[in-house]
């Protein structure tokens, strides 16, 4: 299947500035005893950007070709999804309003006004909050009355939604994001990268598959336990398929996903998170972020000790992006 053909069925907008690059952990790679990679897609360039840029290139397109002027997104008080969400609408002349949840209890100041927080309200968004942090539908319910009376003031809303009901667009970017590291390089053992609402690991495996690329994808939870994240991994590479007119056989076997470093929860930040993130900070000089790009790292580390990643193998790790919560969790985070 020629992905770059499927993918132009369906409305994009262009948010990446370029390509990201592949680089070569040298350091790290000695360390370890891998030959190790990094596909920086912290560097997708909209807001200090990440993987949601990749996804918001779908999204946007949708909204834009439906005339939206105003995008309507949900997530965690730290989300990098809204954050990148207020600035592509703001690119693209829309403005935007962000459901912030409370996912992560007893959290202090710097969570909740540093970080992505404070460069939502930079980006002049407007903010609603939403007390519950593990109900999807309640999130989406929330947004859909705010869009109603926008709707009754003469404004186009557009509804992102969180809930796994709906198409997932998003993963469409992570499709061309596969074919794109592929094309950079392709004679890779694995592949490690986080898995949160799947966008970013359905799209990827899907993509990697119908570029010919037989590696295995592993999948590091942030959110679920492996189960739970596998059986909704499924579910979204199901409606990828289907969105994308192949048959969803292809990809619905290859799910590995693993949760060694999940503890103690989504958006906390255990002891082995915590080493990944300094360890990769003081021996390649690159940020991670605390609740996913780090636990993914750390995830790499664990799949090595387990002996699933072997010494020896040239593995690619995804860096998500996700640096602004770094201010977010200066309590958590601060050397003592
Ligand atoms: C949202 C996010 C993820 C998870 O991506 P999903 O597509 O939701 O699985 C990973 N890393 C960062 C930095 C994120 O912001």
Redesign the pocket.
């Known amino acids: 299947m020629m992905i770059d053909e499927v993918l132009s069925n369906f409305p994009r907008a262009r948010l990446m500035t370029s390509v990201t690059p592949v680089e070569r952990l040298e350091r790290l790679s000695n360390r370890l005893g891998l030959d190790l990679w990094i596909k920086r897609d ?1 560097l997708t360039g909209l807001s200090f950007g ?3 840029t990749r ?1 918001l290139e779908f999204y946007m397109g949708e909204a834009l070709q439906q005339g939206a002027d105003t995008i309507l997104i949900t ?1 965690a008080v730290q ?3 809204v954050r ?1 969400a207020a600035a592509a609408a703001t690119k693209l002349g829309m403005s935007s309003v962000l459901q912030l949840e409370e996912r992560v209890a007893d959290m202090g100041e710097y969570y909740h006004q540093s970080g992505n927080v404070l460069l939502a309200q930079l980006l002049g968004a407007e903010h609603m909050s939403y007390p519950k942090g593990e109900d999807e539908a309640g999130a989406d319910n929330a947004l859909h009355e705010r869009a109603d009376q926008l709707l009754a003031e003469g404004r186009k809303p557009y509804v992102i939604h969180l809930g796994i009901g709906h198409p997932p667009l ?2 469409l970017g ?1 499709v061309a994001g596969a074919a794109e590291l592929n094309a950079q390089i392709s004679d890779f053992d694995a592949v490690v ?11 990827f495996l899907t993509g990697l598959r119908l570029a010919g690329q037989p590696a295995p994808v592993y ?1 590091i939870c ?2 679920r336990d492996r189960n739970q994240q596998r059986a909704r991994l499924q579910k979204v590479l199901g409606r990828l398929a289907n969105m994308m007119g192949f048959d969803p056989a292809l990809v619905m076997d290859d799910v590995h996903t693993w949760d060694g470093a999940l503890a103690p929860g989504y958006g906390r930040i255990g002891q082995s998170t915590r080493e990944a993130l300094t360890l990769m900070a003081r021996t390649e000089g690159i940020f991670l ?1 605390p ?3 780090a636990k ?1 790292f750390a995830g790499l580390l664990g799949l090595l000790e387990e002996g699933v990643v072997r010494k020896g193998q040239k593995v690619v790790l995804l ?5 602004p ?1 770094l201010f977010g969790y200066q309590d958590e985070l601060q050397p003592s």
């Open positions: 912290d990440g993987n949601k996804q997530g989300s990098n999804f990148t998003g993963a992570y990268m986080p898995s949160g609402s799947g966008s970013t690991h359905g799209g999948g942030v959110r972020d609740v996913y790009s993914t860096h998500t992006g996700g640096q919560a």
